[in-house]
């Protein structure tokens, strides 16, 4: 039967180097050793106090390989010679959650690669440790937000699409213009021709758009030693900005172009 009380939260914005590592893991392993503090001096039957302590397991992935460890010093190791980190699990809990799904158990999820795949979860039968834990834990996560949220928002995406649909009607508006003459055909044929193309094109494209968007700006991304210099970020940023204020300023030259032929 799972446990009565949950509680858990989408992370989002955070950035971790190896002291906010460190901090994060001091508050978890004193969540641990507390309650196991208070098993150690209650009148519990040995067996069922072994049952019940509460253990603290660490998965790491990095460069493409997931490794499970007990010790967060193998897991720092591992984390400060990792060419990429992808996913850092910390997992509180004992044999009595493992075994029937209920009672104390912490998870933490972060996520580097999966937009949607860093969680906060803490559940339990009692109310009071749920919310305690939950608390204290989000406080720290909460030390290591960036500005992200600037760019990694709602109305990112919507941007996205619609530079992409201005790009193309102003290369479709190019191609028309250009294929038209060459080919003897109507130009409005070759536009609406260049345009489709475009649009199926676009589908692949607006993928790596998003890849792009998710590299230089992680939901969690997890700073060390061996990582890619600022100026990379600021590069694809220039670009696309500079491609974008072009495409821009030559549909606004060709829609004043057919406004004027329009009008005569």
Known sequence: M????????KLTNLTFDCEALKTLNKEIEQIAEKQNSLLNAAQLQPQERISRILLRTYIIRF???????????????AYENATT????????????????NSGKKFQLQLNALDPNGS???VEDDDKDWMDVTFS???EILMRNANRYWFVRNEVTPLLIQIAGAMTIFYLSMLGGKILAPRLQIDFLFSFFATFLFLSNLWTFISNWFLRAFNFFWPNIRFTRKKEEPWF????????????????VTHLIGYLHMWRVLFIK
Do not use: C
Request: net charge negative; aromatic share 14%; hydrophobic share 45%.
């Open 119 to 121: 969680w906060l979860t």
């Open 136 to 138: 204290n834990v989000h």
């Open 63 to 77: 460069d493409g390989k997931g490794f499970r460890y007990y010790e967060f010093s193998e897991v720092m190791h």
């Open 232 to 247: 990379l970020r600021a590069m694809f940023s220039t670009v696309v900005g500079a491609g974008l204020l072009w495409v």
């Open 85 to 100: 980190v992808e996913w850092v699990n910390i997992i509180i809990d004992s044999a009595v959650s493992r075994n029937t």
């Open 2 to 9: 799972p446990s009565q009380y949950l509680r858990d939260q």
